[in-house]
C-alpha cells in the first residue's frame, strides 16, 4: 500500500508520515519513506538517521531529467516520458537509501542552490517512480509531499492507493483540507483525515477520522532535531489505514 501523506505547510506532514512509518514498521511491515518534498531537509531526521542523497543523481541530475522532459514537450508528442520500467523497494540503488531497522528513507531530490531552476523534474520523478514501484502484501510506502496542492498538479497522487491529509487548528488549513478531499474524489482516491496538534477544545471543532494531539514530546524533538518518540496515538489512523 502507498499512503501519500499531505496538507498545509507546517500542519505537521513529515512528522506524521514519520510516526505511521514507525508504527508499520513496529506491526513488522516493510517500510520505504519517500521524502518528495524539495524544499524542506527534515523527514530523515526524525528518524535520527543521516539525509539520504538525491535520487535525481541517480537518474543523471536535475538539468538531465529537465532536458528530457522539454525534449517531450518540444516533439509535441504530449506523450508521457516513463522513466522507470517496473521497480521493486529491493532493485532501489542502496546509494541513495538510508535504512533504519526495517524502514527506508529516500529523498527525490532538493533544492541546493540560487537560480537552479523550478522542482519541476523532481515532481515528475516523483510521480514516474510512485507509479512504478511495485509492492508486495506486506511493504508499505509513506510519501512525505510539500506544503499545498502543487503535487496534485503534478500528478503525484496517481501512483498512491490512499491520501493521509492533515489538518491542524486554523481555518486555512480546514480550507485546504476540503480542496484536498475534493482532488482526491475526482481522482478515486480514498482520504483519511488527520487532525494533527489537537487538544480536546481544538479537536471538537475539527471533523476528521483519527486526531493526534499536540505532543510536548514531540516538539521538543523536532526542536532539537532529534529522532520522534513513540507516540501511541498514531496507532489510530494507522488501524484505519491498514484495515481497509
Ligand atoms: N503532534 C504534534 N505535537 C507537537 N508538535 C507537533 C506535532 N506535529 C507537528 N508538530 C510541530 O510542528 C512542526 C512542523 O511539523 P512538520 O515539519 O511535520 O510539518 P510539515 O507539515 O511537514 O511542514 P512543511 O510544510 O514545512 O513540510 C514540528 O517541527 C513540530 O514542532
Ligand atoms: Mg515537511
Redesign the pocket.
Known sequence: MKILVC??????????AALIAKELANRGKRVLVVDT?E??F??YRNFGVEQPKDFMEYLGGKDAVREVLIKSIQNGSGERVRMFKKITIDEIPEDYVVSKGNIKIMAIGKIHDFGEGCACPMGAVAREFLEALKLNEDEYVVV?T??GIEHFGRGVEAGCDVIVA?VEPSYESIQLTNKIVELANKIGKRVVILA??VDDETAKLIKADAY?????E??IA??EGKELPE?DEIGDVVDILVAN
Not at 7 to 16: E, L
Open positions: 496538507g498545509k505547510g507546517g500542519c505537521g506532514k513529515s512528522v506524521v518534498d524544499s524542506n527534515g523527514i512525505d510539500d506544503a492533515i494533527n496538534k493526534l494531539p499536540f505532543k510536548r514531540i516538539y523536532c526542536l507516540v
